[in-house]
């Protein structure tokens, strides 16, 4: 079965719901979600009872060298310990969850429903999209990924079930609100997750890399742990950005995306070019701070965002062409793309 095909896995909501289906809080189990056109579906008991079972905890050790007083030499180590949730993707054995959740482990450990613990590794993570593909050895498992859906379809004001598994001991499930299908979060540590959806489900760090399903029973986007709750709202990675991502994950091990490298600021006349990265595509082809960004392809720029929408639309290799105001002049700079390294300068 490709990785894309299926797709199960959780996050909390405030109503949580037990392995026999009671609830904790609010009468969840009763309600039958429907789709923005009001179609009836499954009932969120329904829905729980086909994706529990598929739902993982997940525990990711790393080991951080720290400078002791009590040492002569570089000092000790300290065993940092990551948790999150996860979720079943195919019968190979792939499991997603959130990358925060395993970035820079070096030992990961996965808890099925039926309290079977197995070793794991790290197949790819995307720290944009706030992504990783786990692999375990199917072997003796019971595997029970669901199908992806289309994230596209989805409304604000439509219903979800949210389903994880933080403790480790049974997965735990309840319904929340779509209240913004499209939005950009930037988080404290500088990372920005685009076209996320917003929900008023309970993200908590151990519940995050978990999906939100709707009420056709497939999966329509896949919580975060990066982004901080304002407000009571909750960052879900689309679906449909999911499935492109974790291709590539399996395929590569990593998503290849185009390098225009610099920092910029949204003006009514276009972008200013803040600072040009060191090395950089854009201080190669000679652009430099107090630049301003009018075009790009000829396509008017009005936005940071929309400058690096275009950009994404590229392949490293391909070229784009700038016109740049510098000065009280204007002239056309082409630059050429490269693949963006794992890390981007700070500042």
Known sequence: MPLVAALVGGAVTAAALSAT???????????????????????????????????????????????????????????????????????????????TVVSGVTDVQVTFSDLRTVSARVVGKDEETDLAVLEVNPEGLDLEPLELGDSDEI??????????????????????????ERSRIETPGGVVLRDVIETDAVIQPASSGGPLVGGDGRVIGISSGVAAREAGVGAVVPANTAREVLTELEERHKVIRPYLGLRGRTTPQGVVVLDPYTGSPAEQAGLRAGDTIETIDGEPVRTLSGLMGVVAEHSPGEAVTLLVLRDGARGEVEVDLTERPASLPAG
């Open 155 to 180: 409304r604000s004001g439509d219903r979800a079930v949210a389903i994880a598994n933080p403790s480790g001991l049974e997965p735990t499930a309840g319904t929340g609100t779509i209240s913004s």
């Open 21 to 99: 289906g009671a609830e904790s809080e609010g009468p969840v189990t009763q309600g039958v979600l429907a789709t923005a056109g009001g179609e009836e579906r499954l009932t969120v008991r329904e829905i729980y009872e086909r994706s529990a079972p598929s739902v993982v905890a997940i525990r990711a050790r790393s080991i951080q060298a720290v400078a002791s007083p009590f040492e002569d030499e570089d000092g000790g180590a300290v065993e940092d310990l990551s948790t999150g949730s996860g979720f079943v993707i195919d019968e190979d054995g792939h499991i997603v969850t959130s990358a």
